[in-house]
């Protein structure tokens, strides 16, 4: 969702903050979402409070688990995942968005009328390598939080 913000022409750029709480979530259809009951809202609701407390670095992303190790781990990821994001351009959030939807780099390229090498060098401006692999760490650490 961020990256198809990103690459709007929007002055100043659309800009959101997201937290996820894992765990079980009560729903009782109520009209407030702050109303919903159940630890996974109990989780994200800490967690965006977290976020609109957190100046420097800005944060962008909280997700907490309720438990110590794997939320320590996933907030320094994040942390830096979010530090990566904030410094792309609108062609780098282009290259990445694509990317994210499962096109190779011809396909990149044809898509927003560039070379393939400018998609690779968008990708690598972006870190895009690193990011993948923080993505898939996260992946990771979620995976053996399941039952």
Same mark, same amino acid.
């Given at each position: ?75 320094? $990821? ?8 904030? +410094?792309?351009?609108? =062609?780098? !959030?282009?290259?990445? &968005?694509?990317? @994210? ?10 898509? $927003? ?8 060098? +968008?990708?690598?401006? =972006?870190? !895009?390598?690193?990011? &993948?692999?923080? @993505? ?12």
């Amino acid at each position: 969702m961020r990256a198809v913000l990103a690459i709007q022409k929007f002055d100043p750029p659309a800009r959101f903050r997201a937290s996820v709480g894992v765990g079980e979530a009560t729903v009782a259809k109520r009209g407030n979402p702050y109303a919903e009951d159940g630890p996974a809202f109990v989780r994200s609701r800490e967690g965006l409070n977290v976020l609109l407390l957190t100046d420097r670095p800005k944060r962008w992303t909280k997700l907490v688990t309720g438990k110590r190790d794997p939320d320590d781990s996933l907030d320094v $990821i994040l942390s830096f995942l979010d530090y990566l994001q904030q +410094r792309w351009t609108r =062609a780098q !959030w282009e290259a990445v &968005r694509w990317t @994210l939807v499962g096109l190779k780099r011809e396909q990149i390229a044809s898509e $927003i009328n560039v070379a393939h090498q400018n998609v690779t060098k +968008r990708l690598a401006a =972006a870190e !895009w390598d690193r990011f &993948r692999g923080a @993505l898939y760490h996260v992946s990771s650490l979620l995976d053996r939080l399941a039952p």
